[in-house]
């Protein structure tokens, strides 16, 4: 279903002011996010900093992926101000090369593993000046970047929250699209390069090519430059890329296991046994610190995960008689599904249970006369009544995610051979694995859990 044929929905991302009014909105919420980080209280409960970029911001943020792609990388103010300093101070304007191509995706997940991990060590979250210092440390990278490269290579080559963004956004249920048949004959491809009154793409895609959202911000951009109408924005079976995708990349799938695993951290260290199992661990190796247990967990985390998936990619190209670098680089897309689904039921619990008094805490730092919830956190039985409900709302989600991975896991399988019984065969080693995942990360939603990431 073409979208772009609704008028309401064409007319505003054919508009001159999307996405610039958006984008000058969140860079002016950005701008006050800085000032209180530094400025504000040192409570982080009480901070605007720390409870919109964390108990808002960073909460709702993926929910967006399903519905809407990537767009918040189209809004970003952090890209804003780099877009803002090409034009006024130009830079090298150098294209992306080889090295940033090939491996820019490891790169980005490196960053987002070591930004999970400063923020258990160092507790971004419950620290405003912490968060100020993240938050511009971010912006000085993506500026230099911008200086040196151009369009925002920053956004797909670099930035961690982009590495995240770009593989959640395939699960979206819309995708911008050209018609490739129209995109032939055509000579400008004003789409890519831009117009006098309309940027080219900001990260390099050319629409006529383009078979993922991964790198579609939904800026428009090539919607408002396309002469002959080529380009749509599309309603589609969600996550139907997929297992359509023609050239997966390793990095992709190493990244979608990442994501599983850091889920499972991040859960974990709220459950009620995780700071009996650190305390267990420091009072059983004495010379080792906090810091360097936990350190040494999430490796050994990231490690387990590791080896559960290359141990089902192997097993699955055994029996497909598939070469195994192809399989490990296809099958870790069925992933994808499966962490979305483990990062909304964590941001559940989250909104159900702190998502007011963020909310609530917001406005009061701004002076506003709104009294809309309680600043405190619910507690005692009313508190225990809504976390059944959250805690039902988290299976469903990851029962949905568990059945959206084993789906993936045969269309992959199905598309990579005739025989029904190699189809089986191949898809066994990943159905287990998927189902193996999912019920840990299920009893993990099912435990009593803290209502912070404690030490």
């Known amino acids: 279903m073409e979208l772009t044929k609704l008028r309401f929905v064409g007319n505003i991302l054919r508009s001159r002011l999307y ?25 982080g409960g009480e901070n605007f900093a720390t409870v919109v970029t964390w108990g808002l911001w960073w909460t709702l943020v993926p929910f967006s992926f399903i519905l809407l792609g990537r767009i918040w990388c189209g809004v970003c103010p952090i890209t804003t101000v780099s ?18 191509k090939k491996y820019g995706v490891w790169m980005m997940s490196l960053s987002f593993l070591l930004l999970t991990w400063a923020d258990k060590v160092w507790g971004i979250v419950d ?33 961690p ?16 699209r050209a018609k490739k048949e129209v995109c032939r004959k055509c000579k400008s491809k004003s789409c890519y390069r831009g117009t006098e009154k309309t940027e080219g793409c900001p990260l390099y895609e050319f629409p006529m090519n383009m078979e993922s959202n991964r790198n579609c911000n939904l800026c428009g951009n090539c919607l408002k430059a396309c002469p002959h109408g080529s380009v749509e924005l599309r309603l589609r079976p969600p996550g139907r890329e997929l297992w359509r995708m023609e050239r997966p990349i390793l990095g992709e799938s190493a990244l979608a296991v990442l994501m599983v695993v850091l889920v499972y951290m991040q859960t974990a260290s709220m459950a009620y046994f995780f ?22 967990t999430m490796v050994g985390a990231v490690g387990v995960g590791a080896v559960f998936y290359l141990s089902s990619s192997w097993a699955s190209s055994r029996v497909g008689g598939e070469d195994f670098k192809a399989n490990l680089a296809s099958f870790g897309y069925a992933l994808v599904p499966l962490a979305l689904a483990g990062h909304l039921g964590h941001n559940i619990f989250h909104l159900g249970v702190e998502g007011k008094a963020a909310l609530q805490a917001a406005i009061s730092q701004l002076h506003l006369p709104l009294q809309l919830f309680p600043l405190e956190l619910s507690s005692g039985e009313e508190f225990h009544h809504a976390t059944i409900a959250i805690k039902a709302l988290q299976a469903l989600a990851l029962a949905s995610g568990a059945a959206w991975s084993g789906l993936v896991v045969w269309k992959l399988s199905a598309a990579r051979s005739e025989c029904m019984k190699v189809r089986l065969l191949k898809a066994l080693p990943h159905l287990v694995m998927v189902l193996l995942v999912g019920g840990l990360l299920l009893h993990l939603f099912l435990v009593p859990m803290n209502l912070r990431h404690v030490h």
Not at 130 to 153: K, P
Not at 161 to 176: N, R
């Open 19 to 43: 996405p610039g009014l958006l984008q000058h909105l969140t860079l002016a919420l950005f701008v006050l996010i800085v000032a209180f980080s530094f400025a504000g209280t040192i409570k």
């Open 83 to 100: 877009d803002y300093l090409q034009r006024w101070l130009g830079g090298w304007g150098r294209s992306p090369g080889r090295f940033l």
């Open 127 to 159: 620290s405003p000046r912490a968060t100020g210092v993240a938050l511009i440390t971010i912006l000085g990278g993506s500026s230099v970047v911008a200086l040196i490269y151009g369009r925002r290579v920053w956004c797909r080559y670099l930035c």
């Open 161 to 176: 929250i982009g590495a995240l963004s770009g593989v959640y956004s395939m699960t979206s249920f819309v995708e911008l």
């Open 275 to 296: 700071p009996s199992y650190m305390r267990w661990a420091l009072e059983s190796w004495s010379a080792l610190s906090y810091n360097l247990v936990f350190t040494l």
